[in-house]
């Protein structure tokens, strides 16, 4: 099967940065993805690692190491409208279809 | 942009009700997903589809089952409503390939059943 591992809280600073971790176990992994719900709202997308490295999209970036099972959402000059829920979700075994972890509350203080 | 509705935000039914939970999506995206989330554990997979009339059971299908009559709709049915499925439903939809990881999802749909 599948596991997903990410912190269930993360508390930073405005202006800071913050990084949250994801660990998976899997079987033909494909890739690594990130989303970002708020309260209240839909999850939407924010990136994709299928190889490893680091992606930049903003603030935002996402790493990606295969050979460790994992990877992390790095926000940069962080802002009172990141605070959120962050999830990881990583696809494979000839699946289409992204399994979630359980989420990371990150919470930005002023 | 892409657009995924929900028929409804807010829903309270009683146990032993059928329930119709309508999702409709308007970018021709071939697959579509019915989650259920609840504190602490995340988005879980009831049922998804791939194409009109195709369903795939996901990680908890139980209680529930689906229909796609037509591409751009999903609906998720409840048979006999019950109190362990109060939950907030979302439906999402992404493409068959290519950036088919990229999901993309309703407002959700809050259920408590009585």
């Known amino acids: 099967g599948q596991s997903l591992e990410q912190p269930s809280e993360v508390t930073a600073v405005e202006g800071a940065i913050v990084q949250i971790n994801c660990t998976y176990q899997?079987?033909?992994?494909?890739?690594l993805s990130w989303y970002q719900q708020h309260d209240g709202g839909a999850p939407t997308f924010l990136s994709y690692?299928?190889?490893?490295g680091l992606e930049e999209t903003g603030r935002f970036s996402s790493f990606l190491s295969r050979s460790d099972s994992y990877g992390y959402l790095l926000l940069q000059e962080l802002q009172m409208k990141d605070s959120a829920s962050y999830f990881c979700a990583v696809t494979s075994g000839g699946s289409y279809i992204p399994t979630f972890g359980r989420g990371t509350s990150l919470i930005v203080h002023p | 942009d892409v657009k995924v509705t929900q028929s409804s935000r807010y829903l309270v039914k009683r146990t032993g009700e059928k329930v119709f939970l309508e999702c409709v999506q308007d970018?021709?995206?071939?697959?579509m997903f019915w989650y259920r989330q609840d504190p602490g554990l995340g988005l879980r997979l009831i049922y998804f589809s791939y194409d009109v009339k195709m369903k795939e059971k996901g990680d908890i299908p139980e209680g529930y089952s689906v229909s796609r009559e037509k591409k751009e709709r999903f609906s998720l049915i409840l048979e006999s409503a019950s109190t362990n499925q109060t939950s907030m439903y979302l439906c999402?939809?992404?493409?068959?390939?290519?950036?088919?990881?990229?999901?993309?999802f309703g407002p959700g749909t809050r259920l408590t059943v009585t």
């Open positions: 690692n299928g190889l490893d």
């Open positions: 999402a939809s992404s493409l068959i390939s290519g950036r088919s990881y990229e999901q993309y």
């Open positions: 970018m021709d995206h071939e697959n």
């Open positions: 899997t079987s033909g992994f494909y890739g």
